[in-house]
């Protein structure tokens, strides 16, 4: 089974690189764009298994070492 | 008294600090590779700084699940002296032994240089040999050292006096967080703090880096005979 994890700086954190990029933007040019934040996604193989019980192990670990709960958000991605 | 300095895939402070707490300080320190599994005969952990596994991932996220990792978790639980230094500071956050995490420097450039830091508390059995307010003048060398936590747990760093290094003015002015004396961007100044037990202390900054005149000058040697002190009188 395949899982997609996107994660994510927390809203309420700032976010340095997403800033950068978002000033880059605005002196190439593209001045309408009024927000950038930088993530990751994991791509993640599983053996096949009870599909309910894998998700949640997915999560676990992504909880875990994939993002840090403190600072970072993580979603499974359809 | 012995220390273990622990040593990581990607660890560059090891022998330094191994340096300082040997010929410098006079605590005998040895060697524990990550992949070992017990702590028994020491009475002082050090996380070294360097780059663990890469910085994959997060700094200090994947070195949280070494093996030793739930030794060293277990030793501080015991009350007994964790130092971790930069990329240890990093680690003992992820692995939740301090409150609290680590976002990319403020400017997004890998700082090495010397800052200047207070000491905001003397008592912690790592700044016993310091006086409160002292000024001392450390390197640090960081890419992610921009620490980070919510209100309430910088209510409680406050309150429990947990904050022991911030980052300053060389003349003791607190520096602002957009500041160029706060160089990384953290959180109230912070360059270094413990656990609410004050057993266990991270730092941004490298003491072991200014422990010799040799090298430019002596103020990161108290904190290693702070630990020296303090381990004497344990097994006294």
């Known amino acids: ?78 | 008294m012995k220390a273990a300095v622990i040593e990581f895939p990607g660890s560059n402070c090891d022998h330094d600090v191994h340096h300082v707490l040997n010929d410098v300080a006079g605590i005998p320190a040895e060697y524990v590779w990550h992949r070992e599994t017990s702590l028994a005969g020491y009475d002082a952990v050090v996380l070294p700084g360097g780059f663990a596994y890469g910085d994959y991932l997060r700094c200090g996220a994947i070195a949280r699940f070494s093996p030793i990792m739930a030794e060293v978790e277990r030793f501080a639980a015991e009350g007994r002296p964790v130092l971790g230094i930069c990329n240890g500071f990093q680690m003992l956050t992820e692995c939740h032994l301090l409150p609290g995490a680590m976002l990319r420097n403020r400017k997004l450039k890998f700082l090495c240089r010397d800052v200047h830091l207070r000491v905001e508390r003397s008592g912690s059995l790592f700044t016993k040999k310091y006086r409160r307010g002292e000024v001392l003048r450390i390197p640090i060398a960081h890419m992610d050292g921009n620490y980070v936590c919510d209100a309430a747990t910088l209510e409680e760093l406050e309150r429990g006096k947990c904050i022991v290094f911030r980052y300053t003015h060389p003349d003791g002015a607190r520096a602002d967080d957009s500041d160029d004396a706060n160089p990384n961007g953290s959180l109230a100044s912070i360059a270094g703090i413990t656990n609410t037990e004050g057993n266990v202390l991270g730092m941004m900054p490298h003491p072991e880096r200014l422990s010799e005149a040799v090298l430019g000058g002596t103020d990161g040697k108290k904190l290693f005979l702070s630990l020296k002190k303090f381990l004497e009188g344990r097994s006294a």
């Open chain 1, 1 to 78: 089974m395949q899982f997609k994890i996107q994660v994510f700086l927390k809203s309420s954190v700032l976010d340095p690189q997403g800033k950068a990029v978002l000033g880059a933007l605005h002196s190439m040019g593209f001045r309408d764009v009024t927000g950038v934040r930088v993530g990751k996604i994991f791509s993640v193989e599983v053996a096949d298994g009870d599909p309910k019980e894998v998700r949640g192990r997915v999560e676990e670990f992504s909880r875990k070492l994939l993002c840090n709960p403190i600072i970072e958000d993580f979603t499974l991605l359809p």
